[in-house]
């Protein structure tokens, strides 16, 4: 079985300020991983993903990730938020042979101006 | 070309009544995951079906069951609602062949049940 831990469920910030959002994962298989936003009254949508080879992972929008796996945690980076990127953020594992998803609880990222 | 289309959005309905949502995927893509969003359990996978076919269940009553149609689109039913049923139902299509296929995700449709 996996699960997914957040850290944290809430994450305030101030505008043009740094931020890392936790994520660490548990399973007993390969996994592949994933951050997914979600905008008010809005389905999910990717935002990166980790399969394999190099461990750290980038967005167009300016977000990363790095897959620790001895630490296994893939936390959320970005070096300068956006009033934009007020949302809530879900990392996501899934184990390589199919395409179920299991969510961490979720973080809210609120950026303040 | 066109997303993940969910229908209805909005969904009210009374205790113990039953509600069937529909969710039309990606063209080409044959893997229909499904899923339970709640501010109290967050995001949880109901079922997911390929090629007409349920491949995962996840760990919900039998009330809730999910078919698939030759043409991949997918549908999920409840029966007899009870008031925790209130949720976000979020449908997630992708190729399904095997080893890792991104998932694309609806934007829902949110059950009210009273």
């Known amino acids: 079985a996996q699960s997914v831990t957040q850290l944290d469920s809430q994450v305030p910030v101030f505008e043009e300020a740094p931020v890392e959002l936790r994520c660490n994962y548990s399973s007993s298989v390969s996994v592949y991983l994933f951050w997914y936003v979600q905008y008010p009254n809005q389905g999910l949508q990717l935002l990166l993903k980790y399969l394999s080879g190099s461990t750290l992972v980038e967005s167009i929008n300016g977000f990363e990730a790095e897959f620790n796996k001895s630490q296994t945690s893939f936390h959320l980076r970005k070096p300068s938020v956006h009033i934009s990127d007020t949302a809530e953020y879900f990392c996501a594992v899934s184990e390589r042979a199919g395409n179920m998803l299991t969510f961490g609880g979720g973080t809210r990222l609120m950026v303040k101006p | 070309k066109a997303g993940v289309t969910q229908t209805p959005r909005y969904l009210i309905k009374t205790r113990g009544q039953q509600v069937t949502l529909s969710c039309s995927p990606i063209?080409?893509?044959?893997?229909v995951s499904w899923y339970q969003q709640t501010p109290g359990q967050g995001l949880q996978f109901l079922f997911e079906y390929f090629s007409e076919t349920q491949r995962n269940k996840g760990n919900f009553p039998g009330r809730f069951s999910g078919r698939q149609f030759s043409n991949s689109r997918s549908e999920m039913n409840v029966s007899t609602l009870e008031l925790g049923d209130s949720a976000l139902y979020l449908c997630a299509s992708s190729l399904g062949l095997g080893g890792y296929t991104e998932a694309f995700f609806g934007q829902g449709t949110r059950l009210t049940v009273v």
């Open positions: 063209s080409g893509h044959r893997s």
